[in-house]
């Protein structure tokens, strides 16, 4: 069977006077999970996953065993639930990675080798979470992930960068851009989404399907999700592009550091990382603080077992949203030349959206 979805996002911005007057959002279209799920065991789903998901596979499978546990009324052991936060924590670590290497630095061809060596470490780290096959020793992948990034900048003290490394150059380009341009915007009025929210979207994903995760909203709000959301509370007040690097590449280097440190359950600092919620008989939901944000699942469960219902929200929905937080980011902004456009689209990419998306600029005539 072909799955037959629109598997990129549109950005047009519609510029008047040099001001974006208009951000149109025409966001992806998602797979029919819950259709091709309906009367399959969990393990037919949960082998399926990694398949649909290139990205944030582990984190969509730990969500779906935590959200079946829940409709079971089994909650995962301690130990059990320990593992599935380290492979999603190592996961997140690859992501911000592929994210950074395949974006802003992408265009630095002397950071090529580095990169290429440390995707493989990082690669060979998420299987060693996952308890997958022979490979290098535990010590050894750290010993090669630390070298790398240390090469681009980001070492063991508590500074997320090095002088003279190329995140260095990158972060002093992405600064003096935005202050030539004057740049500079404040996060989304939509507010951040957080745990708090877990009960509110799995019920409303629970009576509203796909019609609630296509375009999600609870009680008017369209929260930011993401590295920015977790880092809120302690980031600077503006959340221009430059800011949100920034960040990313401390949540790196702090979740490195943990890596390190061993990896004890005493140590993760984010509360609720995977949150497991019962609905019901047959029926339970999950909460994973992904790389790019807090992914929801629910599940309803038949007399044998099998999946009866199945729906999932991903962090994208919320951010591409057409009046979700990118619009709200860029409207307004001034676009006065190239590197103003080139901020825009660097803009859009701090969201790290888990498809392709494409940008167009439409000049409007003056009135």
């Known amino acids: 069977m072909t799955l037959a979805f629109r598997n990129r996002i549109d950005v047009t911005l519609s510029v008047a006077d040099r001001r974006i007057t208009c951000v149109d959002i025409q966001p992806r279209t998602r797979p029919p999970l819950g259709r091709l ?3 399959k065991p969990v393990e037919t ?13 582990t984190a969509h499978q730990v969500a ?13 052991a301690p130990l059990t639930r320990h ?12 992501e911000l990675l592929r994210g950074l290497l ?19 470490a990082v690669a060979c780290l998420q299987q060693q979470s996952r308890g997958e096959g022979p ?16 090469e681009l900048g980001i070492g063991s003290a508590a500074e997320s960068f090095a002088p003279g490394t190329p995140l260095a150059r990158l972060m002093a380009a992405a600064g003096k851009a935005a202050e030539n341009g004057g740049w500079r915007h404040m996060p989304s009025a939509h507010g951040l989404l957080s745990a708090a929210d877990d009960r509110a979207v799995v019920t409303r994903l629970m009576e509203n399907g796909a019609a609630f995760a296509d375009a999600p909203e609870l009680d008017g709000r369209i929260p930011e999700t993401g590295v920015w959301a977790r880092h809120a509370g302690r980031s600077p007040r503006h959340a221009g592009p430059a800011e949100r690097l920034s960040v990313r ?27 497991g919620y019962g609905l019901g008989p047959g029926r339970g939901a999950a909460a994973v603080e992904c790389a790019r944000g807090r992914l929801h699942h629910v599940v309803e469960l038949d007399a044998r077992g099998d999946i009866a219902r199945f ?22 902004a001034m676009l006065r030349g190239a590197e103003d456009r080139d901020l825009v689209h660097g803009m859009i990419a701090s969201f790290d959206p888990c498809v392709g998306f494409g940008l167009t600029v439409r000049e409007m005539a003056d009135a």
């Not at 593992?83 to 690859?94: D, F, G, P, T």
């Not at 050894?140 to 790398?148: C, G, P, R, V």
């Not at 590449?249 to 949150?275: H, M, P, Q, S, Y």
């Open 135 to 150: 490979g290098p020793s535990r010590a050894e992948t750290l010993s090669q992930i630390k070298m790398a990034l240390g």
């Open 83 to 94: 593992r599935r936060i380290k492979a999603v924590l190592a996961e997140r670590v690859a």
């Open 37 to 39: 799920a309906a009367g």
């Open 45 to 57: 789903l949960l082998a399926a996953l990694p398949r649909l998901f290139s990205l944030c596979a």
């Open 102 to 120: 395949l974006g802003p630095l992408a265009g630095d061809r002397g950071t090529l080798p580095t990169a290429q060596r440390l995707l493989q």
């Open 311 to 332: 729906e999932y929200l991903a962090p994208t929905e919320w951010n591409f949203h057409p009046r979700g937080p990118v619009a709200t980011s860029l409207t307004g």
């Open 249 to 275: 590449i401390a949540e790196l280097a702090a979740l490195v550091r943990w890596i390190e440190d061993g990896e004890t359950e005493d140590d993760v600092a984010e509360e609720d990382l995977v949150a």
């Open 64 to 76: 779906l065993l935590t959200a079946v546990e829940a409709a079971r009324g089994q909650p995962a």
